[in-house]
């Protein structure tokens, strides 16, 4: 898919916001209408997953993403390309977004991303989803000790420009 840099809007996949999915099931209406009513969601990719893997059928169809995963919404590329913006393990905890929330807060190295309170609150339900989602973690490290030996300070730390560093574990 092509992807220029650009904010876009969610397209939900019916029963995208009710349980068993978690990633948008508690999510506020207002959080869900800032998500599929603006141009709210940060997007930087040249390569996304084709909504057609979904879709019995189609050549593009995987039968092992689409045992995994639930599609929870979709998106349009530049290209008008479809592809999945948002997915959640059937059975793991595991979610997926083809977007970036954490970038709209802290990132000012453009001026095509959106800084409004709208997207500045998407953002803040994302961050608040995952450490929901990582508290319910009961791993502890033996020793203070121990655990100060996989802090994040102990990995490599990558200047991509812009001021912006990534570590990667």
């Known amino acids: 898919t092509g992807m220029e840099p650009r904010m876009l809007p969610l397209i939900f996949y019916p029963n995208a916001t009710n349980s068993p999915n978690v990633l948008l099931s508690d999510a ?9 009513g603006e141009n709210s969601t940060l997007n930087f990719h040249s390569k996304g997953v084709n909504t057609l893997v979904y879709e019995p059928g189609s050549s593009l169809y995987n039968a092992d993403i689409a045992d995994f995963f639930t599609p929870l919404s979709q998106s349009i590329d530049t290209s008008d390309q479809h592809f999945i913006s948002a997915a959640e393990a059937k059975n793991a905890n595991v979610y997926a977004i083809q977007f970036h929330p954490e970038k709209p807060p802290y990132d000012f190295s453009s001026g ?13 339900y994302f961050s608040f989803f995952l450490r929901s989602q990582l508290q319910q973690n009961l791993h502890a490290f033996d020793s203070d000790m121990q655990g100060n030996q996989y802090t994040i300070e102990n990995y490599p730390v990558v200047d991509v420009g812009y001021g912006v560093q990534y570590y990667f574990i």
Do not use: K, R, W
């Open 28 to 36: 506020p209406e207002s959080i869900l209408g800032i998500l599929s």
């Open 112 to 124: 095509m991303i959106n800084h409004d309170l709208d997207t500045l609150v998407v953002s803040s």
